[in-house]
């Protein structure tokens, strides 16, 4: 059974030769587990295969300008989120901090700055699909706060 046909037999509620598998990990473990497989430290692909992982996310790059400032310590994406690294016995993190717009009025909400539409690569996508065409390809991610929307 092929990645698409484990998956939309899943989602068909049948019973496919496996339970469909997907994978996120924290950076220590993404790190350790491609030691493990003696994989290069950026073989995503590779580490996906090595554990047979059926699903692919794919996402159209952000190709405009810096919406928001950089903060010392901090990433900040194109929404304005905050994280800060979250060190631990396994490696570390990035976690949500800061919150900007926790105290903010109305008129800072209208004002902060978006994305526009206009300024991702949707030709990416395109390729993706072709490259991952034998897995269920996905779009969105848990680590953003509203995975519907984004």
């Known amino acids: 059974m092929t990645p698409k046909e484990r998956a939309r037999i ?4 049948q019973a496919p030769d496996r339970v469909p598998l997907d994978y996120l990990a924290n ?23 090595a554990l ?4 692919r996310r794919i996402d159209a790059p952000y190709v405009g300008p810096k919406l928001h400032p950089e903060v010392p310590d901090r990433q900040v994406d194109i929404w304005g989120i905050h994280r800060r690294w979250i060190e631990h016995e396994s490696g ?3 976690d949500f ?5 926790r105290e903010a009025t109305l008129e800072e ?3 902060w700055p978006l994305p ?21 390809c996905v779009a969105g991610s848990p680590g953003l706060a509203d995975i519907i929307n984004s």
């Open 116 to 136: 526009s539409p206009d300024h991702f690569d949707y030709r990416a996508v395109e390729e993706q699909c072709r490259r991952y065409a034998q897995y269920c």
């Open 52 to 55: 047979g992982i059926d699903f």
């Open 97 to 101: 901090c800061d919150f900007p717009l």
């Open 27 to 49: 950076p220590g473990i993404d790190r350790r587990l491609k030691e493990h497989y003696h994989l290069a430290p950026g073989d995503d692909e590779g580490l996906r295969q």
């Open 92 to 94: 570390g993190y990035w």
């Open 10 to 13: 899943a989602f068909a509620r």
């Open 109 to 111: 909400v209208e004002a």
